[in-house]
């Protein structure tokens, strides 16, 4: 008969009593149940069955088919492009989900509910769109779950995705906590591994409509500043997710370089500054080879142009006029120290 499903309707009354009686059946021509075009959901209401088809390949699109379930004619076809933004969806994933009407008791009223599911195999986002009568629409937005930003008790929320190799992978707004263990293995932090010994505040904030939403990490410092860096990232194409920013914190400590950091050019953050003492200095390859192990430093990564840095050395001295020394370095070339010779005044 060119079918694999039919449908079969009932009052509900009916099985309440235990009456079987079918009122109406159908059965469903094979157009609607394909490969590309398996069913996802199905409802009823005022003498219309309501038939929802599609797969997860964004290239095959997904349909709301009606019919009259007494002459079982097709009134109406309607390709359902929900759960992303003009036809773009994330991960590009776009999976039918569900659909059912739902009753308004106090006003009447009635809508229909079509689910969704978008996003990558580690972190789907389901989604309910309603297609409702006037007034249904603004009540069922009013009592709809609004998303929460922390886990019971006000705690940070657990990470949605485990051991995350990108931090851009977590889209799902909210307050949550990242252990130092797992700071290692993320390719897109804005630390070098050697600077990554606490664990961080993590926080995604609500997004644009477009898709782009903000990052922030905050590092769990009591005994020494607190380092944040903030950036916006594109849910919808990552290659549109912008750099880190480093956003400076100052409590009025040191911040020291990690013993496993040999170079200078391997600071890079503009902004931060850190604190060399006397016995540091001869660590470094690149540092002043006359002027190592005289004194300590501050060193200070200023902005220069996209892919280059400028840093600048402070001598940390009290006795004497100061010292400065200067250098670029980046994708134009590495220039050499220069030094600048403060004089005191009075």
Known sequence: KNSLNFVEVRSADDIDKGIDKVLYQMDIPMEYTSDTQPMQGITYDAGILYWYTGDSNTANPNYLQGFDIKTKELLFKRRIDIGGVNNNFKGDFQEAEGLDMYYDLETGRKALLIGVTIGPGNNRHHSIYSIGQRGVNQFLKNIAPQVSMTDSGGRVKPLPIQNPAYLSDITEVGHYYIYTQDTQNALDFPLPKAFRDAGWFFDVLPGH??????????????????????????????????????????????????????????????????????????????????????????????????????????????????????????????????????????
Request: hydrophobic share 35%; net charge positive.
């Open 209 to 346: 409509y477009n898709g782009a939403l903000r990052q922030v990490l905050t590092r769990n410092s009591t005994g020494r500043n607190m380092l944040k860096f903030e950036r916006v990232i594109d849910i919808f194409n990552k290659k549109n997710n912008g750099a880190w920013n480093f956003c400076p914190q100052n409590a009025g400590y040191w911040e020291h370089i990690p013993k496993s950091i040999t170079k200078l050019s391997d600071l890079k953050i503009v902004g931060l500054d850190f604190y060399i003492t006397t016995e540091e200095s001869n660590r470094f390859t690149d540092f002043p080879k006359d002027f190592k192990g005289i004194a300590g430093w501050i060193l200070e990564v200023k902005s220069n142009t996209p892919g280059n840095t400028t840093q600048v050395l402070r001598r940390n001295n009290f006795a004497s006029a100061h010292q400065f020394f200067v250098r670029n370095f980046g994708t134009g070339g590495n220039s050499g120290w220069s030094i600048i010779e403060g004089k005191e005044v009075e």
